[in-house]
């Protein structure tokens, strides 16, 4: 028996299925806002990849079967008229697939196979199962048949242009219920034969139990002011996976869609939700990006599989999230711990106070929007080499980071000079970027000024109680102006430039929402805070976890499981629950 279906329900057009570890997941999403008609085994090694079609079957025609798909933390069904199919990982690489009246063809989702690119099929003898090897991953797929009769594959050892796959069971009277049973591995060459040591039934408990036990560590505090708490841990414990190629740690993908990177702002929120109940996976998620610091100083844009990429950095946002995330630890980090952070956050502050400086400049700058992660918003449109207010401000929060580290490390003299740099650029973001009214902008080649209806111009608010009082009052006032029914729009609604779908030109997003929220708390202003959180947390319990959501009417955008939307929630949700700022 199959255990009773546990945890949240959800769709797998909106969130892939998966599991903690795995690189491969069951979504029809094959590449960017590519949906197929079926399911696809979609591998994140190399890059999204949808390696294999899995396709419900009638088991008398053998024609597709009209089916629904019910997912839940553990167990993915197709649901028809004459029978259903279940799906369960066993482990991280492996799925097992089992079904009654109902049957599976297993294809190669790519027709053509050429010397560079597709995916082979033929029969393993020594295994006794058949195999697709995947140019794209760089993978082999098995699939084992442990009940049930196997129809006769087509296209073993085909070249060129040919389907390729397998069916179970083979065409069958409808007296017969046609019960059957398949594995399928992700490997990487050889291993010994597939041999099933567990039932279905245990398979899908113990998933379900490891599902259950993250969400309880994350998020003990749930209850039903939170509503959307559990499917939230999903999102980030589905999106996670081991260790593997240029991933030095276990990581949480933004997404198992095709976000499916760790980029270097990204990372903090995920690493935030985790620490209380997950501390080992907060510190790594932390970390990564760290593992891949260049010479310079500098952090990569992003880290996967298979690629680190170094074209763009993203905002020094880490001393920031290094001091929340200590606090929220359960135990404090250690001597070592801290001396390791406090020497990688020294170097990523020196990047920006060397590369990111012109001569003689107080400020540092950014080469383009994408260095901000407000790719394109706005405040970029006159010029992309800009000194902003938010990379100040966040600098400034850094510096004062690297200040208490020093002090806890009884580094006095480094201490002392992180106090006066952390003085001297608020001094200079003060004296140089506020008018007296807003934050302005100024391009580093031309020294002209201008604001913008950008949110990003209001984001020194994260200074929080280190801003006077007169600026940060001000700053609440026009982030006012940004709340709609559902959060804060990232460019003002009655704008020219603002889009429904235009990224950062509109749509809310949720690293946004945290940074402002924390920094107006912060500041006094609890009662904004309050309604901010309040409308966020709205948005996500009705419309899911989007990469960011049109801010007129709450609509998920882009990719619709992205793992910092989802810890932000969590992190929020914490505090509402728990009644105190985070």
């Not at 089992?98 to 190669?108: D, E």
């Not at 070249?159 to 398949?182: K, N, Y």
């Not at 580290?405 to 480094?414: F, I, K, W, Y």
């Not at 708390?521 to 901010?532: E, S, Y």
Request: negative net charge.
């Amino acid at each position: 028996m199959t255990a009773a279906p546990s945890g949240p329900a959800f769709s797998v057009h909106e969130i892939p299925f998966s599991t903690y570890g795995s690189w491969f997941d069951i979504s029809p999403v094959t590449a960017e806002k590519t949906y197929a008609e079926d399911l696809h085994l979609v591998s994140h090694q190399n890059g999204i990849h949808g390696v294999l079609r899995l396709v419900p079957r009638d088991i008398t025609t053998e024609a597709r079967a009209r089916t629904r798909t019910e997912a839940r933390p553990g167990l993915l069904s197709w649901i028809g008229d004459d029978g259903h199919i279940d799906l369960a990982y066993e482990t991280p690489d492996t799925v097992r697939l089992r079904g009654t009246g109902l049957g599976i063809g297993v294809f190669a989702a790519a027709h053509l196979l050429t010397p560079f690119s597709g995916t082979y099929f033929f029969h393993d003898p020594a295994a006794d199962a058949h195999v697709f090897t995947s140019y794209e991953t760089g993978r082999r797929y098995r699939v084992t048949t442990l009940s049930g009769t196997l129809a006769e594959a087509v296209g073993t050892q085909a070249l060129g242009s040919a389907d390729r796959g397998l069916s179970v069971p083979a065409r069958t009277a409808r007296t017969t219920d046609g019960a059957w049973e398949i594995a399928i591995e992700e490997l990487d060459t050889a291993r010994p034969p597939y041999r099933a040591s567990t039932a279905f039934g245990e398979i899908v408990e113990a998933a379900q139990h490891r599902f259950a036990a993250f969400a309880d560590a994350i998020a003990p505090w749930r209850s039903a002011a939170t509503p959307a708490a559990e499917l939230a841990a999903y999102v980030v414990w589905s999106a996670t996976v081991r260790p593997t190629g240029l991933v030095t740690r276990p990581a949480v993908l933004m997404s198992k869609h095709w976000m499916d990177k760790v980029w270097s702002w990204d990372h903090c929120f995920n690493a935030l939700a985790l620490a209380p109940g997950c501390p080992d996976l907060a510190w790594d998620q932390f970390a990564l990006p760290f593992d891949h610091q260049d010479a310079g100083g500098a952090l990569p844009d992003s880290v996967t599989h298979s690629e680190v990429l170094h074209n763009f950095v993203k905002p020094p946002i880490h001393g920031w999230a290094f001091g929340r995330l200590r606090r929220r630890l359960p135990d404090p980090p250690g001597r070592t711990e801290l001396a390791e952070a406090y020497e990688r956050l020294e170097r990523w502050t020196d990047f920006w106070l060397t590369a990111r400086r012109a001569p003689g400049a107080r400020l540092a700058h950014y080469q383009h929007g994408n260095d901000s992660g407000w790719d394109n918003a706005s405040t970029f449109d006159p010029e992309r080499v800009v000194v902003t207010a938010d990379l100040a401000a966040f600098l400034v929060l850094q510096m004062r980071e690297l200040v208490a580290l020093a002090t806890q490390l009884g580094r006095n003299d480094e201490a002392r000079r992180w106090t006066s740099l952390a003085e001297e650029t608020q001094s200079a973001l003060l004296d140089q970027l506020w008018n007296g009214d807003r934050f302005l902008t100024r391009g580093v080649a031309t020294g002209r000024s201008w604001s913008s209806a950008s949110l990003l111009d209001l984001m020194p608010i994260v200074l929080g109680e280190h801003l006077p009082d007169e600026i940060g009052s001000t700053l609440a006032d026009r982030i006012k102006a940004h709340m709609t029914p559902y959060g804060l729009s990232t460019e003002l609604t009655t704008s020219p430039h603002y889009l429904a779908d235009g990224y950062w030109r509109g749509p809310i997003w949720a690293p946004v929402t945290v940074l402002v929220e924390d920094g107006l708390r912060r500041a006094g202003h609890h009662r904004l805070a309050d309604d901010i959180s309040a409308r966020f947390r709205a948005l996500c319990e009705t419309h899911g976890f989007a990469e960011n959501f049109d801010a007129l009417t709450g609509t998920g955008l882009r990719d619709r499981a992205y793992t910092w939307t989802a810890s932000s929630y969590l992190l929020l949700a914490e505090a509402h629950a728990l009644g105190h700022a985070r």
